[in-house]
Antibody
């Protein structure tokens, strides 16, 4: 079945970096954009950015530009999100989610989500 | 950025009742690229509605979406026990993709 499986929980110190991975299965990994969304404890959803797994092109929300790096490894159908310069307010659950088909002129909602990865930033 | 404002913040209803959730955008959402998600505690969001009114695969027909431009509505015709959750709207027509702050549907 179509699914996204994310890496496990992380605990990091302020200023460090964290890398979260998202392994896709059940569909053609390079055929769909992959988005990253985070959710701070008890809060709403915040879109971080996307990667085109076919080309490697990325786009990110302005609030994360310069701190977020999104990459992919097509040989293992995995998308990665690395966030640097961690602060306590980066403590959140990070999700990957499948978006539009590649290429497309019709945009799509996020139909498949990973289970989430809890990242805790604490000294 | 398109700001999405959801109302009410909390909806207290009983099973079997009708739920009406609102999502208002700060500017027109292009091509009705508006989605609704359901999230239960400890779970990832689940896509319910896309394109403002199309149900995602496997979503029961008690869930319906409507609206266009800047005003959108999610209706749950008769609440089932498993429908008590938080609901988010999202616009995916322009970057950055943005979410509303959520509406919690709780048991009265």
């Amino acid at each position: 079945q179509v699914q996204l499986v994310q890496s496990g929980a992380e605990v990091k110190k302020p200023g460090a970096s964290v890398k979260v991975s998202c392994k896709a299965s059940g569909y053609t990994f390079t055929g769909y954009y992959m988005h990253w969304v985070r959710q701070s404890p008890g809060q709403g959803l915040e879109w971080m950015g996307w990667i085109n797994p076919n080309s490697g092109v990325t786009d990110s929300a302005q609030s994360f530009q310069g701190r977020v790096s999104m990459t992919r490894d097509t040989s293992v159908s995995t998308a990665n999100m690395e966030l640097s310069g961690l602060r306590s307010d980066d403590t959140a659950v990070y999700y990957c989610a499948r978006g539009s088909a590649v290429p497309t002129v019709t945009k799509a909602a996020f139909d498949i989500w990973g289970q989430g990865t809890m990242v805790t930033v604490s000294s | 950025d398109i700001v999405l404002t959801q109302s009410p913040g909390t909806l207290s209803l009983s099973p079997g009742e009708r739920a009406t959730l609102s999502c208002r955008a700060s500017q027109s959402v292009s091509s009705s690229y508006l989605a609704w998600y359901q999230q239960k505690p400890g779970q990832a969001p689940r896509l319910l509605i896309y394109g403002a009114s199309s149900r995602a695969t496997g979503i029961p027909d008690r869930f319906s979406g409507s609206g266009s431009g800047t005003d959108f509505t999610l209706t749950i015709s008769r609440l089932e026990p498993e429908d008590f959750a938080v609901y988010y709207c999202q616009q995916y027509g322009s970057s950055p993709r943005t979410f509303g702050q959520g509406t919690k549907v709780e048991v009265k």
